[in-house]
């Protein structure tokens, strides 16, 4: 690679070495197909040792899949699902999740944060009981959020109380659910199953992996022909060890986490070094592995004119964020940009009010 390290997204990030070697491990000689090969079930067992529960585990190849398959497989046509405006499933699936339940409503919910709470389920949840709107069904929520806040244990807990008081599922997106438990330090069994979650989707791509998601079904009567929901999407891989051999890398060494752990520290880092810039805020708290900033313009242009890439589409601050991979000098570099041209725009600012 000759080009710079950039921070518009953690998709531009590599494999990390575990889920590589793994990955080189499993292509040596032949395996059986489509799951029935010893890294699948040596990767499901390690999700359950992780939980510490008989979950049922399927793999698939992205995000979109995963939710959209799992809320499907929660919800009949006629249903509906509770979300946050700003959840992936309703900005950035293109439709996914509809599609694959054939129909199924997404019922989205103002925030500020990119956060549900149990006032805005109850609300949507018994707005209308009638027979001609679609049956809430479903509330999921996004782990961290679209925002890069981290739901905590006891915010969880409350949303799986009104759910389960009014009949409802809860599903967790999880793309970036190792930097949620990086961020809380607490045991993946506690901001899930125990904290009421029913399905999990645990993401891979952003977390080391070249490709590949985790779908947890912690009651397994709910995981009921979720395979062959699987096979008809396209998402049953026929040469399976390669989409899960690199999750055995990834949990039995441990990098799930220290991967996680090091985006959501170069965040920081980022944070605290713009903290005293006069006309560069903090969009949101900054939780796990993104960081949201507003600032002038000149400022945005600035970063751009040196050759940073960074996405605006949401609230339109700039974002930031950090992988596995991220580089510190690479970082500093970033702070350094940052600080100068935020420095020039301030320069200019006085120039002109002097004048």
Not at 169 to 177: C, N, S, Y
Not at 223 to 242: E, I, N, T
Not at 338 to 343: D, E, F, K, S, Y
Request: hydrophobic share 45%; glycine share 8%.
């Amino acid at each position: 690679m000759t080009d710079a390290q950039q921070f518009a997204s953690d998709n531009y990030a590599g494999i990390c070495p575990e889920a590589w070697q793994a990955m080189d491990l499993a292509n040596r000689g032949s395996a059986s197909a489509y799951g029935d090969d010893d890294w699948t079930q040596r990767a499901s067992d390690a999700f359950r040792d992780l939980f510490e529960t008989e979950c049922e585990v399927f793999f698939a190849f992205n995000g979109t899949a995963a939710n959209s398959l799992a809320l499907a497989s929660l919800c009949q046509s006629y249903h509906s699902v509770i979300c946050s405006a700003q959840a992936h499933v309703e900005t950035d699936e293109c439709g996914a999740p509809e599609f694959f339940s054939n129909g199924s409503k997404l019922l989205v919910a103002p925030t500020d944060s990119g956060k549900l709470d149990p006032q805005a389920i109850r609300k949507l949840a018994t707005g209308r009981a009638d027979i001609h709107f679609p049956k809430p069904r479903v509330v999921t929520i996004t782990q961290p959020t679209e925002t890069g806040q981290v739901y905590t244990i006891a915010e969880v807990a409350a949303l799986s109380a009104v759910c389960r008081e009014l009949g409802l599922r809860l599903h967790m997106d999880g793309a970036r659910f190792a930097h949620a438990c990086a961020t809380l330090g607490c045991s993946p069994a506690d901001i899930t199953w125990r904290a009421g979650v029913d399905v999990l989707c645990f993401g891979g791509t952003k977390n080391g992996m070249a490709v590949g998601e985790a779908v947890l079904f912690f009651d397994p009567a709910l995981a009921q022909d979720f395979d062959y929901r699987c096979k008809q999407a396209g998402q049953l891989a026929s040469k399976m060890r390669f989409l899960s051999a690199p999750w055995v890398g990834l949990l039995e060494s441990g990098a799930w986490l220290s991967n996680a752990a090091h985006g959501n520290a170069c965040a920081e880092r980022l944070a605290a070094a713009v903290a005293d810039l006069s006309g560069v805020d903090l969009m949101f708290p900054v939780e796990a592995n993104a960081v949201f900033l507003t600032a002038p313009d000149t400022v945005l242009d600035g970063l751009r004119e040196r050759g940073w890439r960074f996405y605006t589409f949401i609230g339109g601050g700039a974002r930031f964020m950090f992988a596995w991979d991220a580089v510190p000098a690479r970082v500093d570099a970033l702070i350094a940009d940052l600080r100068a041209v935020a420095g020039d725009a301030s320069a200019d600012a006085f120039a002109c009010a002097a004048a």
